[in-house]
């Protein structure tokens, strides 16, 4: 019973992120509990309630997400396999797809965005399942008194331990040098994400396996890349957005859209409107005094696609304490600088939706960013035949956290699990490589996971809304595997495919801005440095006594000098830290 | 020791359109189950016997950074066709090996001009060919009746050798090296593996791999597991229903699955295999094996992005454009 209580306390800790109806569930034997939270997007009835099992008692499931092609699959499934459905929810479709044809295929054929544990009371085989982005998180930890598994990782950790676990110190090596920690590692030492696109089986008595069933790589397919024109590459992109869209707008409760001032989020929302022609809602914040703010253009494109737009405009005077308290519930430590904004208007649009869209992975899938074009010359097999030293390279020159050299300074040595990660994100620059093409994949699998979709995930999930993204599907990323270095950068134009699609949405003030990060005001940033690093000090005061590190703030700064990346990074490690005691 | 793989459900043979993409899954599925890592005490000696006779052979190459292995044996025309449900009608005897042998030497030498050579084949294969600073025949004892059998001997057996004192590429007799490729061996891994992303084929292909000379421990593990496996396969019944005699053809094919632990899907990345203690990168085929291009596409600007070309099955043809490339 000790494992029924424990699932208990996790339901009870991560309330927020289904507020809607909780449910438990045991094997027969009472092997196996699932609880779950739920947030109920897609028949709201009893009938979608979790944790589910089919009619003759051999699956069992309890599922975070949305499968977006379920209605489809629901037909083959009744047509093919004679499958009779109860209900009309997603939830029931995972569990007999994974049932009928096994979880191999089934992921074959799954477009969604879920984390899902499946336990076939047959076998006693237990399935973890993460979707192909890592849009929904997947915790889990073997101990000696069973296999626990969640969505979050704090209410996992008390349900299971008797108090804070160690700090993992190769997660944090990768912390300092990233500003989060990737997969499969956490902070906590004894707990692991499940990486995306993989799937873990645990069979009674024997170790969990992990297996991979997706990877983002252009080079995946034998396919060369695209011979259509620019022009045909902006069309299909047009109508694999809006296909795309069609299925995430599949809804039983209010839906909006994030809108700010950039490309990714202006196309969702301005296809929305022109393709479905329904009213929207869309929904953005902006800071007072700052000329830069994301509302201006926001405002202008709402305008012109005819949305029902709501800003919020936010001082900045109160960001401070805000800050404080939503690194104080976060749920692992994630240092990028827009978790605080992400969360404003997360909670501004929950006020009116439930679910909302956003433009998320755009970037990594047309070329996005500006720190892209020289990788050729700059990690290129004759400068760098290890692809490793030239991940190292972009790491510290074009992502500079604190740099893998410093954090190997100040920690003495890089542990050995740090640099195992490190190279398999490596994989994809191996010789032959064009890495201004291949770092889109190494962004994939590291950055966009790691660092963009758990801050969504969180700082939404705080607010029990759910965010889907349109342009993380699988036919956006078929088609993204074979665009030509051309479609990707045209001189300093990045994205040129999306910028083009928004001026033929009459979205030219979007298409011509260049990229902006949806960060904390520079009023913030900048203007308030000698608060930022006071907060750093205090932070890694708690860093060293909890670490047992010896990474003063004097140390620090001579390691990276006055870096906005790496002192934000350090008062969110700290801080959360030092939540920890509370 | 056996494990369960990572297909689920049992396998469903029934007839279907389907019927290629069932017959790899199930392929995959039987191979997961007959992962083994260990050889008998037998298969063991019978190895360490042939690993000596590699050994005794005389070689005197120049030295390099990169040796090539290519095993090929001449099959007996009696069991040179080839039909089993996935393979329809190939005969053997129809392809000129010798030629393709011969130019997949040249080409190595050329593209890599620090690599060396070995070709590791039966008493009579290419009896006449040209001696070179950089290459070495090691003619064997082999059952050529069993040449995908062999073929896997002779891998653990070249990496039980003193031949292996450099990063090695195995190829196919129609795979192609078109650029160097020892950069590629800067890289922490132990073996490289290839995978064909196409449902209805086999997902990793055992014709090309590529394997590091750091761990040597590691990769000769894993060669083991590799002809363990197919020893192990031998006795999967109803595998036995679909391919007659897998030592002849289709074996290897599954065994590297079954090592690799092979899924349909791609999966690229690096993983730490425990049990073998060795680092198997996964690699994609459009780069370090690819088959799936139009012959017009095998020109001199392959090269800038791929590494292996793998000329299979009808493309064995397009060896003239290849022949083309290396006199230009």
Known sequence: MEAKYAIEKVIDLQHHRGPDARGFWASTDHRAFFGHNRLAIIDVSSGGAQPMVDTENDWA???????????????????????????????????YGVKVWGIDEFLRLADGMFAAALYCTKTGRCILVRDRAGEKPLYYAETSKGFYFGSELRPLSSGIGHGPPDIDLAAFSLYLMLRYVPAPLTIYKGIRKLRPGHFLVIDQDQPAREYAYFSWDPNASEIPETSKTFDQIVHITEKLLVSSLEHRMTSDVPLGFFLSGGVDSSLVAALARKHFGVS????????????????????????????????????????????????????????????????????????????????DGGDELFGGYQRYPELNTKIGEDRYPRALDGLLWYLTHRLPVVTPAKVSGLLSALPAETIEVLEDFAVPLYSPSRPEIDIR???????????????????????????????????????????????????????????ELCNR??????????????????????????????????????????????????KLIYAVGLNANALWATIVLGEWLESERS | MARIGALMTAPRIEKNPQDAIRLVQNGIFYANRAYSTSLSPEWTDTIFRKTNQLNDGNVNLEPG??????????????????????????????????????????ISLKSNPRSRVFLLTDNEFCSHLKPHARLAIHRMRVNSREPMFERVMAMLTYSRSRLFDQ???????????????????????????????ILGQMPVNEGVIFSNNINITGVRAFFEAYLSSYLALENCQDLSKIYTNIRRWRGGQLAINSVANGGQVYRSGLTNRHELGARIVVLPCAKYNLSQIDENEVDSRLANRVAILHLKGPRKSWINRLRLLVDA
């Open chain 1, 61 to 95: 499931i309890t599922y975070n997400g949305e499968l977006y092609n379920y209605k489809a699959l629901r037909s083959i499934l009744e047509a093919k396999h004679s499958i009779k459905f109860r209900g009309n929810s997603d939830t029931e479709v995972f569990l």
């Open chain 1, 280 to 359: 929207i809602n869309t929904y953005t914040i902006g800071f007072e005094n700052d000329p830069n703010s994301e509302h201006f253009v926001s405002q202008q494109t709402a305008k012109i696609i005819g949305s029902k737009h709501n800003a919020k405009i936010l001082g900045i005077k109160d960001l401070g304490r805000l800050s404080r308290e939503l690194i104080h519930r976060m749920d692992e430590p994630n240092g990028d600088r827009s978790c605080v904004p992400t969360y404003l208007l997360c909670k501004h649009a929950r006020s009116e939706v439930t679910v909302a869209l956003g433009g």
């Open chain 1, 441 to 499: 994949y190494v962004d994939f699998k590291s950055y966009l996971s790691g660092a963009v979709l758990a801050k969504v995930d969180r700082m939404s999930m705080q607010n029990s809304l759910e965010v889907r993204t349109p342009f993380l599907s699988p036919s956006m990323f078929d088609l993204a595997n074979r665009l030509p270095h051309g479609f990707l950068y045209r001189g300093q134009l990045m994205k040129p495919v999306l910028r």
């Open chain 1, 505 to 554: 949405l009459g979205l030219a003030h979007v298409a011509k801005l260049d990229k902006r990060g949806f960060g904390m005001p520079p009023q913030f940033m900048e203007l308030g440095k000698e608060e930022l690093v006071r907060r750093a000090s205090e932070a890694l005061r708690v860093i060293d006594s909890k670490l047992g590190t010896q990474i003063d703030l004097g």
């Open chain 2, 65 to 106: 950074n990169l040796n090539v292995v290519i095993f090929h044996v001449n099959i007996p025309n009696d069991v040179s066709q080839v039909t089993t449900p996935d393979i329809k009608n190939l005969d053997h005897a129809s392809i000129d090996y010798e030629t393709l042998v011969k130019l997949n030497i040249e």
């Open chain 2, 167 to 197: 990063p090695t590429v195995f190829l196919d007799s129609d795979a192609f090296l078109l650029r160097p490729v020892h950069n590629l061996f800067a890289n922490a891994f132990d073996i490289g593996l290839t995978h064909r992303n």
